[in-house]
């Protein structure tokens, strides 16, 4: 089952999960989550804990404040390599702000402050997932994945 499937959330919260900067580290408690499109990221950094696999609680506001999971929750449920890497272990390590892999010349420059930066300056790149006439099987419904978004193969829902 999908974790999007165990989470009750309106759409402006799905947008915003998806085209906000976040960045992401991994902790022994779940996901520290780093709102980098806000003017103060250092102020707005919140943990996500994960239960069987789940985004279950955020530590933000809207989470306790709003019906439903916030964005962080949304975020890190739509990054499935993400969720993943917090299930397989509880040793902190970096993950990839779109939820792939951190390459080892990555880890090595950004492990002084342990997180990764997604600066989407990058622009679209080939789809990792599958082509474009094939059903992605990391997309929910009509809610995309990440990868399907970052490369263009999907937009977001109105």
């Known amino acids: 089952m999908h974790p999007?499937?165990?989470l009750e959330f309106p759409s402006r919260v799905a947008k915003r999960a998806q085209?906000?900067?976040f960045e992401f580290t991994l902790s022994a408690d779940g996901v520290v989550v780093r709102n980098g499109s806000h003017?103060?990221?250092?102020?707005?950094?919140y943990l996500v804990t994960v239960d069987d696999g789940v985004p279950a609680t955020c530590e933000c506001p809207a989470d306790d404040q709003y019906e439903g999971a916030c964005k962080h929750r949304v975020a890190v449920a739509i990054r499935r390599p993400l969720l993943n890497a917090v299930t397989a272990t509880d040793e902190p390590q970096l993950v990839?702000?779109?939820?792939?892999?951190?390459?080892?010349?990555v880890a090595e420059s950004n492990a002084?402050?342990?997180?990764?930066?997604?600066?989407r300056s990058a622009g679209p790149q080939p789809a990792t997932?599958?082509?474009d006439d094939e059903?992605?099987?990391?997309?929910?419904d009509d809610f995309p994945c990440w990868d399907c978004v970052r490369t263009g193969r999907r937009d977001l829902p109105e």
Not at 96 to 105: E, F, H, R, Y
Not at 112 to 119: A, H, I, K, L, R
Not at 135 to 140: K, L, T
């Open 4 to 6: 999007l499937e165990q």
């Open 19 to 21: 085209y906000e900067t």
């Open 39 to 45: 003017a103060n990221p250092d102020e707005h950094e």
């Open 96 to 105: 990839a702000p779109d939820g792939g892999q951190v390459t080892s010349s």
């Open 112 to 119: 002084e402050d342990e997180s990764v930066t997604d600066t």
């Open 129 to 131: 997932t599958a082509p």
């Open 135 to 140: 059903e992605c099987s990391e997309c929910f």
